[in-house]
């Protein structure tokens, strides 16, 4: 079983950066593709960035440019990160981490792939 903590989420201003964590426990989060997702009231959670085991990302086109997704797998770290640059106000979410458990090589972007989320944390940017 895995479980993931997600932490980092906070209010910015527009133009501003934050850097959001995903910590993974119960197993080692190297074999296993990861994904961030965000979620407004009213609206469906949406695909933001997705990592391969192997470090293959792929983005939403609306963060593309600015969001970074990486993967540090040291024992001791076992952990997945979302940088976010220039945030805009449209950015404000509640922001979720998910694994999808060991298997092909991919960077997926279908919440229906993935097989364990965390609580999510809240990011408020304000214009």
């Known amino acids: 079983q895995v479980q993931l903590v997600e932490s980092g989420g906070g209010l910015v201003q527009a133009g501003e950066s934050l850097r959001l964590s995903c910590a993974g426990s119960g197993r080692t989060l190297s074999r296993y593709a990861m994904g961030w997702f965000r979620q407004t009231p009213g609206k469906e959670r949406e695909f933001v960035a997705a990592?391969?085991?192997?470090?293959?990302?792929?983005?939403a086109d609306s963060v593309k440019g600015r969001f970074t997704i990486s993967r540090d797998n040291a024992k001791n770290k076992n952990t997945v990160y979302l940088q976010m640059n220039s945030l805009k106000p449209e950015d404000t979410a509640v922001y979720y981490c998910?694994?999808?458990?060991?298997?092909?090589?991919?960077?997926?972007?279908?919440?229906?792939?993935?097989?364990?989320w965390g609580q999510g944390t809240q990011v408020t940017v304000s214009s």
């Open positions: 998910a694994a999808h458990n060991p298997g092909g090589n991919y960077a997926y972007t279908r919440e229906r792939e993935y097989d364990y």
């Open positions: 990592i391969s085991w192997s470090g293959n990302t792929y983005y």
